[in-house]
T-cell receptor, first 106, second 112 residues
Framework: GIQVEQSPPDLILQEGANSTLRCNFSDSVNNLQWFHQNPWGQLINLFYIPSGTKQNGRLSATTVATERYSLLYISSSQTTDSGVYFC????????FGAGTRLTVKP | NAGVTQTPKFQVLKTGQSMTLQCAQDMNHNSMYWYRQDPGMGLRLIYYSASEGTTDKGEVPNGYNVSRLNKREFSLRLESAAPSQTSVYFCASSAVSGTEAFFGQGTRLTVV
């Protein structure tokens, strides 16, 4: 099956800093999504981005499908950005990476 | 428009007991999924239903059964719960398989 690797596994930032999270996948996919799991466990859709670049406020994402990776950019981080960020890819069904745990300190 | 709704939110079972987790979506989606999340890990697919009337095994199906009751509802049954099934269970749906998925709020299950 498709392998999904996320890096880094853990990231600690000061409020206001920028960060880049990476997702590598082992095979061609039809779909790629980024999720934020907040401290209450809720999974929040960030981006549905099989290819190209999207932006939503301080967050943006880029997927280069031909090179099998995606990047999530967080600018001017806030404490509310803390949590775990998951990349998930799918052909027919969705496979998740292990996540990047982000801690933003005030 | 509630999206994906799971019940219950929390459950404690004794080893050997059975229970059914319920999931319903109001987005008229064709595909539905059940995942489990263990501490420090990503989500792993248990079963999915690409469309009403079909179900298929995912990565970790052992010990579970599913029923796609109708287009809206997809239930997950544990026939004889084991401590290894202690986990957080998420239901999800998408318009068709492989498109953007939306998740419920999760069910935290503890088997003692």
């Amino acid at each position: 099956g498709i392998q999904v690797e996320q890096s880094p596994p853990d990231l600690i930032l000061q409020e206001g800093a920028n960060s880049t999270l990476r997702c590598n996948f082992s095979d061609s996919v039809n779909n790629l999504q980024w999720f934020h799991q907040n401290p209450w466990g809720q999974l929040i859709n960030l981006f549905y981005i099989p290819s190209g670049t999207k932006q939503n406020g301080r967050l943006s994402a880029t997927t280069v499908a031909t090179e099998r990776y995606s990047l999530l950019y967080i600018s001017s981080s806030q404490t509310t950005d803390s949590g775990v960020y998951f990349c998930a890819v799918s052909g027919f069904s969705m496979r998740f990476g292990a996540g990047t745990r982000l801690t933003v300190k005030p | 428009n509630a999206g994906v709704t799971q019940t219950p939110k929390f459950q404690v079972l004794k080893t050997g007991q059975s229970m059914t987790l319920q999931c319903a979506q109001d987005m008229n989606h064709n595909s539905m999924y059940w995942y489990r999340q263990d501490p420090g890990m990503g989500l792993r697919l248990i079963y999915y239903s690409a469309s009403e009337g079909t179900t298929d095994k995912g990565e970790v199906p052992n010990g579970y059964n599913v029923s796609r009751l109708n287009k809206r509802e997809f239930s997950l049954r544990l026939e004889s719960a084991a401590p290894s099934q202690t986990s957080v269970y998420f239901c999800a749906s998408s318009a068709v398989s492989g498109t953007e998925a939306f998740f419920g709020q999760g069910t935290r299950l503890t088997v003692v």
